[in-house]
């Protein structure tokens, strides 16, 4: 049963990132209207890029400030590790494990984790396009990490970085440029297609391949409270257009990764990929151990088995 306000039209704000040119962004620009279709106009969404900073982006739906946002996982890594085990090095190296991963077990603990944690339904889950490193000067090897100041976004991939003799450096993706042109940091791993669509390959134009933490996800996300007032037909709409929304993210993935590319190759700049012999070295359990301790580590503070959460995602992948 739902409440008189449940049968009038709804105006709903989603807060995103600032990401221009970025896959992140092409798929958030579909979801108005896949809600005015799937509802007939009785939902109507406006997106904000604004309205919310980054960091808060998740609190502001738990809270009830924004009813919905694309929200990333691995921003809340640190506070919940389960939202970022996909940065773990070796663990998932493509979208294929990725998605794979995700339909097994991990998006089902996840959206319980949106539910209790933060009050929040999920209604897809997609990524970010593959993830590069892109710095001033080359690094193709092991010891070119030693010293180098790269921006990360994930504790993750801060771990192995510090593991190499590198100096993890967080910011926002608004001062990235700026800094990589004042020789505040030498490099950032961000996606292949952001970092394109931004043109850091103007200032930073050694971009690499290192296959660590690869497949960064974002997930739309509704305030329960608000969820719970569109009518039961509508959610049934919904649900289903958002589903079709979440299998072209991850399913048109490498199509849009590639056209990325290739531009960049069309401006004179190769996307140079890490040797596996190199990549196995960079992710060696005596650099790689930091990144999966933390993990225990927090998970032990947060109430769950990490060893056993990491070796069940190794199970269903095979390794």
Same mark, same amino acid.
């Given at each position: ?8 039209? $709804? ?18 620009? *579909? ?10 106009? #009785?939902?109507?969404?406006?997106? =904000? ?14 809270? /009830? ?7 990333? +996982? ?20 493509? $979208? ?11 998006? /089902? ?36 990490? #030693? ?5 990360? +976004? ?20 608004? *001062? ?10 030498? !490099? ?8 394109? /669509? ?7 134009? =050694?971009?690499?391949?290192? #296959?660590?933490?690869?497949?960064? !996800? ?14 039961? @037909? ?7 257009? $958002?589903?079709?929304?979440?299998? *072209? ?13 290739? *531009? ?24 790689? @151990? ?21 070796? #069940?995602?190794?199970?269903?992948? /095979?390794?």
């Amino acid at each position: 049963m739902v409440g008189a306000a449940a049968a009038q039209d $709804m105006d709903l704000t989603m807060g995103i990132l600032s990401t221009p040119n970025s896959l992140y962004l092409k798929m958030m620009e *579909e979801v108005p209207g896949r809600f005015e279709r799937a509802t007939g106009g #009785k939902v109507k969404v406006t997106l =904000n890029d604004s309205l919310v900073g980054g960091t808060q982006i998740t609190a502001s739906v738990r809270d /009830g400030r924004v009813p919905m946002s694309g929200a990333l +996982h691995t921003y809340l890594a640190a506070e919940e590790p389960r939202l970022g085990v996909f940065n773990l090095p070796g663990l998932i190296n493509n $979208m294929a494990e990725y998605a794979y991963l995700c339909n097994a077990f991990w998006c /089902g603990d996840v959206e319980n984790l949106w539910a209790e944690k933060w009050n929040s339904v999920v209604l897809a889950e997609g990524a970010w396009c593959s993830q590069a490193l892109f710095s001033t000067e080359p690094i193709r090897t092991l010891e070119d990490f #030693k010293g180098k100041k790269l921006r990360v +976004h994930n504790p993750q991939t801060a771990s192995l970085m510090e593991a190499l003799g590198a100096k993890p450096s967080p910011l926002p993706l608004s *001062e990235v440029a700026p800094a990589l042109q004042r020789g505040v940091i030498d !490099g950032v791993f961000t996606s292949t297609c952001y970092g394109n /669509g931004q043109e850091y390959w103007r200032v930073a134009p =050694n971009v690499q391949n290192w #296959k660590i933490g690869p497949i960064t !996800g974002w997930v739309v996300i509704m305030n329960k409270d608000i969820w719970d007032e569109i009518p039961e @037909d509508q959610q049934t709409a919904i649900r289903a257009e $958002m589903k079709s929304l979440e299998n *072209e993210a991850l399913y048109n993935f490498y199509s849009v990764v590639n056209a990325a590319v290739d *531009e960049m190759k069309a401006e004179g700049i190769e996307l140079w990929t890490a040797p596996q012999s190199e990549v196995d070295r960079v992710t060696a359990p005596e650099y790689s @151990d930091a990144a999966y301790q933390s993990f225990y580590d927090r998970a032990k503070e947060v109430g769950f088995d990490g060893e056993a959460y990491v070796e #069940k995602a190794r199970r269903v992948l /095979g390794k």
